[in-house]
C-alpha cells in the first residue's frame, strides 16, 4: 500500500482497510477533521484525525492514525473517548495482549521486541462538559532489536487504545526524538498555538 499525496477519499478508504486488518475500529459517528502529510524522523507519513461530529475540539476525544506513505506500516494509533468502565488488566495479561497484537499487526517486527515493562498509563482529554476526563490503560513498553520502541497501552476489555512503534529516544536529553502526531499537547506547539511542551516530550518540529 502507498499513500502519497493524493485524493483523500483514496487516503481514508486504504487506512480504513489497514485499520480493518489490525482489528482498530473508529466509531462510525465520528468525522475526519484533519487529514496531514508529514514525517515520522526521516520516513514520509500520513496522519488522519477523526472526532465526534458535534465535539470536534483540539484535546477531546480523539481517534488519530500514522500511516507510512511508503510501504503502509502502522506507526501510530490511538482512540481516546473517555474513561472504559472495569479495572485495568494486570501486568501478565496486558503483556500477553500486547504480544498477541504486535504479532497479528506485524510478526516480523514482533520477533524482535524484547518487553522492559509494564505499567499503568493514564491520558487526558477534555470532555463534552468541558471537564478533565481521564483515560487510563496497562503500557507494555518494549525495544526492538534495531534500537527502536514500540509500546501499546490496553484497556480494560483489552482493547488497545494506543500503539506506537519505531521510535526514537535522546539518552542525552531524557526526551523522545520521534514527532509526536498523537498527542495534542505537542501538535498544539507544533501548529503555534501552545507552548512547546519539555522533556520527555518530544522537540515541537513538523
Known amino acids: 500500500m502507498t499513500l502519497f499525496p493524493g485524493r483523500d477519499s483514496d487516503v481514508t ?12 475500529s473508529i466509531p462510525r459517528t465520528w468525522i475526519l477533521t484533519a487529514l496531514d502529510y508529514a514525517w515520522h524522523d526521516e520516513r514520509p507519513v500520513v496522519v488522519l484525525r ?12 480523539h481517534a488519530s492514525v500514522v500511516v507510512d506513505r511508503a510501504d503502509g506500516t502502522l506507526l501510530g494509533w490511538t482512540r481516546l473517548d473517555g474513561p472504559r468502565p472495569g479495572p485495568l488488566p494486570g501486568t501478565e495479561e496486558a503483556h500477553a495482549a500486547a504480544e498477541a497484537f504486535w504479532h497479528h499487526v506485524d510478526p ?14 493514564d491520558e487526558t482529554i477534555a470532555t463534552t462538559s468541558g471537564r478533565a476526563g481521564s ?3 496497562m503500557r507494555v513498553n518494549a ?30 536529553a531524557a526526551r523522545r ?30
Open 13 to 24: 478508504t486504504a487506512v480504513a482497510a489497514l485499520l480493518a486488518k489490525c482489528r482498530l
Open 50 to 61: 477523526h472526532q465526534p461530529a458535534g465535539d470536534p475540539r483540539p484535546g477531546g476525544a
Open 108 to 121: 516480523l517486527h514482533a520477533e524482535g521486541l524484547t518487553v522492559q515493562w509494564v505499567a499503568q498509563h
Open 135 to 137: 483515560v487510563s490503560g
Open 143 to 172: 525495544r526492538h532489536i534495531n534500537g527502536l520502541y514500540t509500546w501499546a497501552v490496553l484497556a480494560g476489555d483489552l482493547s488497545v487504545l494506543t500503539y506506537e512503534r519505531d521510535v526514537q529516544w535522546d539518552e542525552r
Open 177 to 206: 526524538r520521534t514527532q509526536m502526531w498523537l498527542h495534542d499537547r505537542w501538535r498544539a506547539a507544533v501548529d503555534g498555538t501552545a507552548p512547546a511542551p519539555g522533556a520527555p516530550y518530544a522537540p515541537a518540529r513538523r
